[in-house]
């Protein structure tokens, strides 16, 4: 069987591992390719931020392209990948057919993230103060273009059984073209969980989240407005610390000292605020896919409270390490208990410990994901042509998406 050498990652944005989960997720992904030994390539519409990683120091050669232009058409004939990686389906809509069209031999892989159609379903079901129903999906056009582009895919790489499910049940998506893969982590060394802050010497509650990220924004001002003012009621000193990369002008306005109400804006290192804390708050009321934050969270022994959407898919059969709730005086009264009972809160860190290695090993993982790829590209025509309807997408969108993005090309011109 011929190994997959060289790959193709088409991004969204520069990976930002200390900006949001997103960010992370690909950092583990291109080294685990490196790893591998594959030869890697990294490309993306985006402009350049002071914040993404250095990918010449993992071994990953990086290449700005443009949208609708046919430069990329050049740039990836001359790469010949084995291998094309969308991240999120935008970019599948944006380059999949060109990939298609000038490397029809190589393996198209679509990692979701999160299923966009689901958080932004729940989004406007809340906006509109009603209940989400799955049946509300069916109707919104981002759920048209985000299962056509998973259909056009050899595979999609999926961080929540809760959205594997999703798309099996709701969608009718054959299993063959879905694959679980949540963040995976290393185990939590003894030494490690010994050299962890003690209950005693840890202090504040914290959030911590991107704020491009618009369920997080909704979290802080779920927090500023219900939350907070009930948990301060009890504990008149405590503070509560916001932390989270591109704060808007209307983010910084929540800041008030006073109060105990902290917004300090991005943390230079996640991992070590957390870790200073002592109870993270995470109440979402809309999203999908896994949270980053409470993964941290429980990486470095910090106990937490979140809602029913938080902690989807997370945790599996296990004992949550804190507590779950969406009722927001329920939530006050967990996170004070959890602060101030030390049996409580060492018995929560132990939870997160066990969720870690019981659900999110890399050693769980990697191997059998490798496995898939390499046998995908070995029966890629036999694949294919199980797969039809990808197939009937895929001729349409070659058609629509090339003449549409040939017009602006021209226009642009």
Request: hydrophobic letters at 40%.
């Amino acid at each position: 069987m011929n190994q997959i050498q060289n790959i193709l990652v088409i991004g969204f944005v520069w990976p930002e591992p200390n900006s949001s989960a997103a960010g992370t997720r690909m950092e583990q992904l291109l080294i685990l390719f490196k790893q591998w030994g594959w030869k890697v390539t990294f490309a993306t519409p985006a402009m350049e931020s002071d914040f993404m990683i250095d990918l010449a120091a993992i071994g990953v050669e990086k290449k700005a392209i443009k949208l609708n232009c046919s430069s990329f058409d050049e740039f990836v004939q001359e790469l010949n990948p084995t291998m094309v990686f969308f991240d999120r389906f935008l970019m599948e809509e944006q380059f999949g057919w060109r990939v298609a069209e000038f490397c029809p031999n190589a393996l198209r892989i679509l990692d979701t993230i999160d299923l966009h159609c689901l958080r932004l379903s729940r989004q406007k079901a809340f906006k509109e103060n009603r209940k989400f129903e799955f049946q509300d999906l069916l109707t919104e056009e981002i759920s048209k273009r985000e299962i056509a582009s998973i259909l056009r895919c050899d595979l999609s790489i999926m961080v929540s059984e809760v959205e594997m499910d999703l798309l099996q049940n709701t969608f009718k998506i054959d299993s063959v073209l879905l694959y679980y893969l949540p963040l995976f982590l290393d185990p939590i060394s003894k030494e490690e969980s010994d050299n962890w802050l003690p209950f005693e010497e840890r202090k504040d509650f914290i959030f911590i989240g991107n704020f491009v990220h618009e369920p997080n924004w909704n979290a802080v001002q779920y927090l500023n407005e219900t939350i907070w003012p009930l948990i301060r009621k009890e504990m008149p000193e405590a503070n509560l610390l916001v932390y989270g990369a591109y704060p808007s002008q209307k983010v910084l306005q929540l800041h008030q000292p006073k109060k105990g109400f902290h917004i300090l804006g991005r943390a230079e290192n996640a991992q070590e605020v957390v870790s200073k804390a002592r109870v993270v708050l995470a109440p979402l009321r809309f999203g999908a896919g896994i949270k980053g934050k409470l993964l941290e969270a429980m990486q470095c022994g910090t106990p937490s409270v979140t809602t029913s959407i938080g902690a989807e898919s997370m945790n599996g059969d296990h004992p949550w390490n804190g507590f779950i709730t969406d009722n927001p005086n329920e939530f006050a009264a967990k996170a004070i208990s959890l602060y101030n009972d030390k049996t409580i809160w060492n018995s929560a860190q132990i939870n997160g410990i066990t969720i870690i290695e019981k659900r999110y090993l890399k050693s769980d993982f990697v191997n059998d994901f490798k496995e898939v790829i390499c046998n995908l590209e070995a029966n890629l025509n036999q694949h294919r042509l199980k797969n039809f309807m990808g197939s009937v997408l895929q001729h349409q969108s070659l058609q629509s998406s090339k003449y549409m993005s040939k017009w602006i090309e021209e226009k642009n011109k």
